[in-house]
DNA sequence: ATCGACCGGTCGC
DNA sequence: TGCGACCGGTCGA
């Protein structure tokens, strides 16, 4: 990621150490620095700070001003560095971005850069005037709605994880966080705002509704209608199913639980989970089922692996839901997700959906739900 | 954290953007910049990357050759930019390191730079030909045998983990990668090898040993022999406690559970910790509980809060272990962790310990429960 | 010096 | 491109 011309120029920086008569490793001794670093610098592979290479140059008695004495860009345009760039190859946009110590590179199919720059613009409008999940909001929905032919997972943990990493997208005045924590936060938080906006139009035309109480009352209250008190349980109830019955009247009946991705998280919601099911409450999993490894050319592969049956190991995440049923259900916005294949037998069963149509099978299943619970 | 002389130069961007006819507004938007990033880079407030500044400058018809054509530094030292630095103020030593939008300073009282090189150097010098963790071991275990009067926790949370947050303290052939969550994983494993090393002398001395068993299978067994059988166990199983009965054969007697600090997975192992306990085996915590709120000034308060009985609410993490008894015990090694006062009941007890000598409340907990079992 | 849950790169197995 | 658990800055309530 280094410009051309300035690997050229760091690519000197070994002469001027050899004539100052050192070598790397006493270089590295006095700026107490780990091996290979002056090497690493030394080949242009890394991009010092303006201050690591000032405090280089001082060590071979130059400066900044004699290091950039004759220095010219050449034909190169010299861009800002940003954490998540985009080229166009063909018909398609691949979005570049860094992923541990690797250059990733993810092809988003039949997209266009002046899609990209309308999908983050709106992004950095919103961040500018609003919050930060006002912002994921609008931008995740802005993006699924240009490519409704893409995984949504991959919008989701390519584009617009990375997009809201980048400081240059956020207003200055917030510099110097730390983004890849605070997307944890807001970011984990916009997902259940969205899947709330995504379905209520749908959901709405059945008598149910998702919300998201802001006063701890409110939300207490409603889990209490449900016969759920105690620790644990406010905190851990992220969106409420409502529904409104013959006589007008809206009641409580579930909840739903979102993640972005599982780790070893995915249990924290199964205590609570298991007393909604027992009272005979909904309390379906919405997930992105977001994981890659660390590479080039990353695949959003997901955590719910192999189905059963299949020749591979199952995981135990798959497990959980299809044989423990810690969910009544669960839905996975990523593509590359394996639901449980029609015809099988399963406790629970894994769906995949996108944000194409908000009347899809988890619309289906909250309204269903809504309807056994009346004829209870 | 820009260098003083790099300021000023800094400063003069605003002359050469007026002169090439530019306001701030437009300049962001040809760089694609969210607002206020040309005034924060103006005012020499945060130091742009050479790419960065590359691309400010081509705006202006300017170039780097002139930006720095007649820079000097003046008297203050250059120095290399580390995430983790530290100064000696009369007889303490003060750490500097960013936390979030913080430039954080951290006081270790009666403690000199020597001992922080001495220090610092066993973490590069393991990193340079061992595994992380072996370096994580090894600098904690000198710190504590350095500073034994300090805090614990903050020797784990402010100094040995930012250290390893530093680029520069590790081999070049590593560079890239996100040492944020490298500290997560390698932090958290070496955090039970190193309660493993500290405490097995003293341990053994009753007949009782600390085991992290690498083979699978072997931790399987070991847990067989508990009657834990099933998903989770194994991989939720941090560190077996044994005991040599009269015949000298070993037996495991309990699990250890290490968490540097809760958050919300402090529930993550109370499933497990309950079946231990309900068959009369040890669930011990231990913690570095180490929580602190982004500030220049930090204080790492933790997260078990206040005493019950208090005029505070109790934190739910409190509750969880002196009501709800989801461990036996719980040993924090913050300082600043209020133990469960002597003399209240409680259904299991919260209490201090640090490094100075492994004859403490922990030893005899574990020693008391391998006596215990071995008198069923 | 509030409290609580959000999540993903890492790296041993 | 296997699987699984590690943890802490963030930021609304």
């Known amino acids: 990621m280094v410009h051309p011309d300035l690997k050229i120029l760091f690519q000197r920086l070994e002469a001027s150490r050899e004539a100052a008569g050192l070598t790397r490793d006493e270089v590295e001794e006095k700026l107490v620095m780990g091996p290979g670093w002056i090497k690493l610098i030394e080949e242009g592979l890394t991009e010092p700070s303006l201050g690591t290479l000032a405090a280089i140059l001082a060590l071979y008695g130059d400066d900044l001003h004699g290091f950039f004495a004759d220095f010219q860009f050449g034909e190169t345009d010299v861009i800002v560095d940003r954490h998540l760039s985009a080229t166009e190859e063909g018909a398609d946009l691949v979005l570049h971005f860094p992923m541990g110590p690797h250059s990733a590179n993810v092809t988003i199919p039949d997209a266009t850069l002046d ?8 992004l950095r409008n919103v961040l500018a005037v609003r919050d930060a999940r006002r912002a994921i909001v609008e931008c995740f929905l802005e993006a699924v709605r240009t490519w409704p032919h893409v995984n949504p997972s991959d919008l989701w943990y390519f584009l617009v994880a990375h997009a809201y990493q980048d400081d240059f997208n956020h207003p200055a005045e917030s510099a110097g966080k730390d983004w890849a924590q605070s997307w944890k936060r807001a970011g984990g938080w916009s997902l259940e705002a969205i899947f709330v906006e995504h379905y209520n139009p749908q959901l709405n035309q059945h008598g149910v509704r998702l919300a998201m109480p802001t006063a701890p009352d409110e939300k207490g209250r409603l889990l209490g209608e449900m016969g759920l008190h105690g620790s644990g349980v406010v905190e851990k109830s992220d969106v409420i199913a409502l529904g409104t019955d013959a006589h007008g009247n809206e009641h409580p009946f579930g909840v739903v639980h979102v993640k972005a991705s599982f780790a070893e998280r995915r249990t924290d919601d199964a205590p609570l989970s298991a007393r909604l099911m027992a009272s005979g409450f909904a309390s379906p999993l919405l997930t992105m089922d977001c994981k890659a490894g660390p590479s080039t050319d990353p695949f959003n592969k997901g955590e719910l692996g192999a189905v059963q049956g299949g020749i591979a190991r199952v995981s135990s995440k798959r497990l959980d839901i299809e044989r423990d049923r810690i969910f009544d259900a669960a839905f996975s916005y990523n593509a ?15 769906y995949r959906c996108n944000f194409a149509d908000p009347d899809d099978s988890f619309s289906r299943h909250m309204i269903r739900k809504w309807q056994e619970r009346q004829g209870n």
Request: net charge negative.
């Open 336 to 350: 590359n997700t394996e639901p449980t294949p029609t015809g099988t037998s399963a406790a629970a069963r894994i």
């Open 115 to 122: 899609e990209f720059n309308s999908v983050l613009l709106v």
